[in-house]
Structures are given as structure tokens and as C-alpha cells.
């Protein structure tokens, strides 16, 4: 899906999770990078400003009568695991 768009901001970004609400409303996409929380603010405008076109796309590959709109989200899961590991890494290091 994201390999479609060509906006840079995009580049080497996961999606981590979706929570869709009960109506189908809304999809709640939470979204990572590589580079971490550095380019937050990058990825997100860049996925707001692809929302629509993101949207279309999966409307057509995902059969609903009513498709969701796409809230976006930063996930800090991946780097807050990152962290814990090289903690936990070190404390194993001083032993």
C-alpha cells in the first residue's frame, strides 16, 4: 500500500497496528520509522496528506460498503522495545 506513494516523508515506515471502531467509521492507523521519533512530525503530515489517495487504495482492495477514514497515529512501541533492550543488554554486560 505505502509502496504506491512516492512522497519521501514515507519512506522506510511500518505500520504497526489498526483499531477500527464499531461503526466502521474510523480506522486508527499506527504508524513507526526507522529513524524514530526524529521524523514523528514528517511521517505523520506526510500521511495526512496522503490519507485520501491511501484511502481509495484500500477501499478498492478491501470490499466494505462504507470504507473507514484514516486517523494517524505515532507509535512509540519500537523504540521505547529498543531501549528496554539495551538496558536490559548492559545490565548483562555489568555482571
Known amino acids: ?14 505500520v504497526t497496528d ?5 461503526e466502521l467509521a474510523f480506522a486508527n492507523v499506527y504508524v513507526s520509522a526507522v ?15 496522503a490519507s485520501g489517495f491511501l484511502r481509495k487504495i484500500l477501499a478498492s482492495k478491501v470490499e466494505l460498503r462504507a470504507f473507514p477514514k484514516l486517523k494517524f497515529h505515532w507509535d512509540p512501541t519500537p523504540e521505547n522495545a529498543d531501549h528496554i533492550e539495551k538496558i ?3 545490565l548483562k554486560d555489568k555482571k
Open 35 to 49: 529513524e524514530g521519533t526524529a521524523r514523528s512530525k514528517d511521517v505523520l503530515a506526510g500521511l495526512e496528506s
Open 88 to 90: 536490559l543488554a548492559g
Open 18 to 22: 489498526v483499531k477500527v471502531d464499531r
Open 1 to 14: 500500500m505505502i509502496h504506491e506513494v512516492h512522497d519521501p516523508r514515507l519512506k522506510q515506515i511500518f
